[in-house]
C-alpha cells in the first residue's frame, strides 16, 4: 500500500494521505461511505487516479475473504 499511500509526522501529524498529496485516505472512504463514486471524488481533489485505483486494488486484495478450494 505505501506506493499509494503515505504516513509521515510532516504531513497531517502522520494521517494516511495520498502519496504526493495532503489528502487523507479517510475522506475518500468517507465519500465512498456517502455513496459518492471515485470519478466524483477524483473531479474534487487533485489526486492522480492511477493512486486512487491503485490503492483501490491493493485495499480490494487485503480485505477480500479468502478464497476456498472444494
Same mark, same amino acid.
Given at each position: 500500500m505505501a506506493e499509494? $499511500? /503515505?504516513k509521515s509526522p510532516e504531513k497531517l501529524g502522520g494521517t494516511p $494521505? =495520498?502519496?504526493g498529496t495532503?489528502?487523507? $485516505?479517510? $475522506?475518500f472512504i468517507d465519500y465512498l461511505k456517502e455513496?459518492?463514486?471515485v470519478? /466524483? =471524488?477524483?473531479?474534487?481533489y487533485d489526486v492522480a487516479p492511477d493512486v486512487?485505483?491503485?490503492f483501490l486494488d491493493e485495499w480490494g486484495?487485503?480485505?477480500?475473504?479468502?478464497q476456498v478450494s472444494a
Open positions: 499509494y $499511500v /503515505e $494521505v =495520498f502519496r495532503r489528502i487523507p $485516505v479517510y $475522506v455513496g459518492y463514486s470519478e /466524483e =471524488f477524483l473531479g474534487q486512487v485505483y491503485g486484495e487485503d480485505y477480500a475473504p479468502e
